[in-house]
């Protein structure tokens, strides 16, 4: 293995794997439907399965993450098989379904896959041992170089960036869809997803619907786990921690995200479901298998948010360095409280309305079911009790990042630290309040709409204190503008579109009819692009020299900028534009005589130079990890901690402990220190000696 | 009646705690079979909860400073904090649950025996009473008397789900008659399906999803009670805490279950 390019022999074994997968796939569908079905949903899910195991297989051998894969793939079999042998015992009339196993088994197989998962990766295996009475270290050592990433290790910033990594996957695969929907959408009428396509039992409009609703979930999946990546990599290092307070937990946190990703893309090949991601009974209680698949996805990926957030506020509360107060906490930690608070709480709610809808389908349940007395109306509360706060559990970090990042760049204490930090709490607290202004015309009680419209117009509030907080910070600085500064600025100029496109839809009267028009996409992708995207990318050039010791190529970078932020404010006019004409949102075709063809057209262009440009991000962070500029010292010249060492961050953090001194953003003052190091400081930043004879497994 | 560190003290609060909630538990009953008061029911329950709260789970332990410290007894605080955001995280699919049957069947209930509901009631909150004197002796040294009384705690617990699982669902019928049979009920009365219309959707997941943290906290007490008997705990007993809290919180979910499903709000058949 060590000769070899391991990404050659895991694209090579990905095409066999894929290949002998589809073949099994399609000797098992003859055998129960009689045809041959070339792009039918059981040759896929084979080959998907073994084509995934195959490539991980071919990178890294079998461990760590292959591991997983093999169990997962040998439990869903498993636990498949077995529903269908009781049901063929029970004499069942349906032990096939349509996808080769009928939708009990396929449901209880992913749930055993799902777990098998967890311990064919290794994750629960310290947990095993202390259940068993055996002591483990406190911690690990990782295996060197870049193999560390595809096994379970201990150490937040190397979960930090599996998190981030996972979340780029996702957001690759969330975008080449949105980029299938958009090219069929730049015309009027269907041109290449119509109903004779045919592709994993669905017809064209199917799959667009399909692929719809997953580039929904997949992104927004994929920014939870970013916002993970971000608070795991950062937090403990500017807190002055070693390491989170329970590493276990937060290996555990991601490794759940990895069989989510799987089953994700299980739910496209096993019939998708045409819901959208909101996933709203009656019709998913009637969709295909992949409406389960789908379900259990983010029942999983739900499962590492919550757990993080409370990993992320244990830390927080307890693993502070010496002197660092609540008033000195960096802002993005602040951010990163806010945001836990919801993710840990809420997040059960989205998991609950999944698995009533789950149980309906299995067991024939009524909850929303009205010939039964059930109310479809109620999974609506629970699902938004929860999706609606998900909107500030994706942006919170990112305006924590903008203001964390606009002091350095702007060379200026930043204004009114305690209301910003104040203001992510309250938007937070907001948040829970709000939720049922989705459901203005949902026929839920009448008197409750108006409660609901001011709690949502009250949000404005807090989010404007960060306006006028940014705007004053930069007032009269002495500006930079490399790669991240660019981003944080792009973010507020984008957040603040989406930020003044809110309140109309706040406005019962208006919402009325804004309500499912792209009107609403236009504002959702102006918040979720301002409020996490963009800074999301100024996070990565910010703190990649951080982690590798190398900085991303500046022009490029730029090239990345000044692609993406024209082409996506395009998009996001022509969405609101379209919207206001009375384009519906989540159709595959629209009236040409309403005369917006030329607008889709012009959309279309953007989306995929936006495409373009996130290519162009990928190749550079490729390029820059063994070949970009060396930047070991404090290259932008911050006063955050995790600066004043040397990169790349030893494994435990802080050789030597910091205590704080001073305030955190006072920049262009004269004798303002923040930090200290010294042996004094904190033992909470002490590295912890690991054995020699410990080797990580 | 301020919370106490001293062995002896610590035993005869738990037992005065108990007995006022077998009181309460009692009062609940009462009310709910001679005259229907949610207002009563519901106040009943919360000071219910907040007893075993603040007693049994003592929530007071909960230590939010930030020291300068890498001792077991830190880490342990750690873990506690822990250990309550994991339950405020899990207290909120209850709630969620809860919210649910309140849409679903407002002021009704399924029809259900009234004795058996009782019976599964008094031998969960029982189960918490032996679970914190285990828990003392524990944290004070007395190993045999922690297993005596885990041991005791696990059985209850298993009455309970058993009660549950078998008896009020129906899933051995015969067995299920036979008890139903000793408590009163009736011959050839139709029991409650997952499939018959909203309540007994509500009802069976709110009792699954209640017996599956049972069957958790059954095995994190088979757990700690395993390697409690090896001598693991003799020192550092944190872990047995961690399982005692996670026990009375599922006592807790069940304070606020069964009123909602067996006491408030008339019969619908």
């Known amino acids: 293995m060590s000769k070899t390019n391991p990404v050659r022999s895991g694209l090579l074994l990905l095409v066999v794997g894929g290949a002998i997968g589809y073949g099994i796939g399609l000797v098992l569908d003859l055998l129960i439907s009689g045809s041959l079905n070339f792009n039918g949903s059981v040759a896929a899910a084979f080959a998907l399965l073994l084509a995934v195991t195959s490539f991980f297989f071919g990178i890294y051998g079998y461990r760590g993450i292959t591991r997983g894969l093999v169990f997962q793939v040998v439990g869903t079999l498993l636990g498949a098989l077995f529903i269908t042998g009781i049901r063929a015992l029970l004499g069942s009339k349906t032990i096939f379904g349509p996808f080769f196993f009928s939708e009990p088994a396929w449901v209880f197989g992913a749930l055993v896959g799902d777990v098998s998962f967890i311990f064919g990766v290794g994750v629960m295996n310290d947990w095993v041992k202390w259940a068993r009475g055996i002591d483990t270290p406190e911690h690990h050592e990782d295996e060197p170089g870049w193999e560390k990433y595809f096994g379970v290790s201990l150490d937040h910033k190397v979960i930090g960036i599996q998190y981030t990594a996972n979340a780029l996957v996702l957001m690759a695969i969330g975008g080449t869809f949105a980029m299938i929907f958009r090219t069929e959408l730049a015309q009027s009428q269907l041109q290449f997803l119509t109903t004779t396509f045919k592709l994993f039992n669905q017809t064209g409009p199917q799959f667009y619907n399909t692929i719809m609703s997953l580039h929904g979930i997949m992104m927004i999946i994929s920014i939870l786990l970013g916002v993970s990546g971000i608070m795991n990599y950062v937090v403990p290092m500017i807190i002055g921690a070693h390491d989170m307070a329970f590493p276990r937990l937060n290996a555990f946190a991601y490794w759940v995200a990895v069989p989510a990703t799987v089953l994700f893309l299980m739910s496209l090949v096993l019939g998708g479901f045409d819901t959208g991601w909101t996933g709203y009974p009656p019709l998913s209680a009637r969709a295909p298998v992949g409406m389960q698949m789908f379900f259990l996805a983010v029942f999983t990926a739900g499962w590492s948010s919550i757990l993080g957030s409370a990993n992320v506020i244990a830390t927080v509360v307890r693993m502070r360095a010496k002197g660092m107060t609540a008033m000195r906490l960096p802002i993005f930690v602040w951010a990163s409280i806010a945001t836990s608070i919801i993710a840990l709480t809420a997040t059960q709610l989205i998991g609950l309305s999944f698995q009533l809808v789950m149980f309906q389908r299995l067991f024939g349940m009524g909850f929303f079911d009205a010939s039964k007395g059930g109310n479809p109306v109620l999974f609506q509360h629970l699902f938004w009790f929860y999706s609606h706060p998900a909107v500030y559990v994706f942006v919170l970090p990112g305006l924590g990042v903008i203001s964390e990042l606009l002091p350095v760049f702007a060379r200026k204490p930043l204004f009114g630290y305690r209301w910003i930090a104040m203001s992510s709490l309250g938007i937070a607290l907001v948040g829970f309040t709000v939720w049922a202004h989705h459901m203005f015309t949902s026929g839920m009680n009448e008197y409750l709409r108006v409660p609901f419209m001011y709690s949502t117009l009250l949000v404005a509030v807090p989010t404007g204190v960060k306006f006028f907080s940014w705007v004053a910070t930069l007032w009269g600085g002495k500006i930079e503008t490399p790669t991240p500064m660019l981003f944080v600025l792009g973010a507020i100029i984008v957040f603040l579109l989406g930020g003044i496109t809110g309140p109309p839809n706040a406005a019962i009267a208006l919402d009325l009819h804004l309500h499912d028009t792209y009107w609403v996409v236009g504002h959702f992708h102006d918040t979720i692009f301002g409020g996490f995207v963009f800074p999301f990318f100024a996070a990565i050039y910010y703190w990649f020299p951080k982690a590798t010791g190398r900085r991303m190529n500046e022009f490029w970078g730029k090239m990345h900028f000044w692609i993406m932020t024209p082409s996506f404010l395009v998009l996001t006019f022509g969405m609101m534009r379209v919207g206001l004409l009375g384009m519906r949102r989540r159709i595959a075709d629209y009236d040409p005589a309403l005369g917006f063809d030329s607008t889709h057209l012009i959309m279309t262009i953007a989306g995929f130079l936006i495409f373009f440009s996130v290519l162009i991000f990928f190749i550079n962070l490729f390029h820059s990890i063994n070949h970009g500029e060396k930047a070991e010292g404090n290259i932008w010249n911050s006063r955050s901690p995790e600066w004043q060492v040397p990169s790349p961050m030893p494994v435990h953090n802080f050789e030597v402990p910091f205590v704080v001194v001073g305030e955190p953003y006072d920049y262009g003052l004269a004798d303002s220190k923040y930090v200290e190091f010294s042996p004094n400081g904190s033992k909470h930043a002490e590295r912890t000696a690991v054995p020699e004879t410990e080797k990580h497994h | ?269």
């Open chain 2, 1 to 269: 009646m301020l919370h106490t560190e001293d062995k002896k003290s610590v035993l005869s609060q738990g037992i005065i705690i108990f007995v006022y909630l077998a009181i309460l538990t009692g009062l609940e009953f009462l009310v709910a079979i001679s005259f229907d008061s949610v207002p009563l029911l519901v106040t009943v329950a919360l000071v219910k909860a907040a007893l075993v709260v603040y007693y049994y789970m003592h929530v007071y332990k909960l230590n939010l400073e930030q020291e300068d410290d890498t001792s077991y007894d830190y880490k342990s605080d750690t873990n506690r904090l822990g250990l309550w955001l994991f339950l405020v995280s899990d207290s909120f699919v209850f709630a969620g649950l809860m919210a649910m049957r309140i849409n679903l069947l407002g002021l009704t209930r399924p029809e259900l025996n009234q004795f058996l509901g009782l019976a599964v009631t008094a031998v969960l909150l029982i189960s918490s009473y032996f679970m914190n004197r285990g828990e003392t002796l524990m944290h004070n040294g007395d190993r045999q008397g922690f297993l005596r009384n885990t041991a005791i705690t696990f059985l209850l617990g298993l009455g309970f789900l058993l009660g549950v699982v078998i008896i009020e669902w129906h899933t051995i019928p015969a067995i299920a008659e036979a008890v139903l049979h000793l408590f009163g009920e009736p011959a050839g009365v139709e029991p409650l399906k997952p499939t018959s219309g909203v309540a007994g959707a509500a009802f069976f997941m709110m009792t699954g999803m209640h017996a599956f943290h049972v069957l958790t906290g059954l095995i994190l007490l088979a757990i700690v009670w395993f390697n409690g008997r090896r001598g693991l705990y003799d020192e550092k007993n944190y872990p047995v805490e961690a399982a005692a809290v996670y026990w009375h919180f599922v006592d807790v979910v069940w304070i606020f279950f069964y009123p909602a499903l067996y006491l408030i709000g008339t019969v619908v058949k």
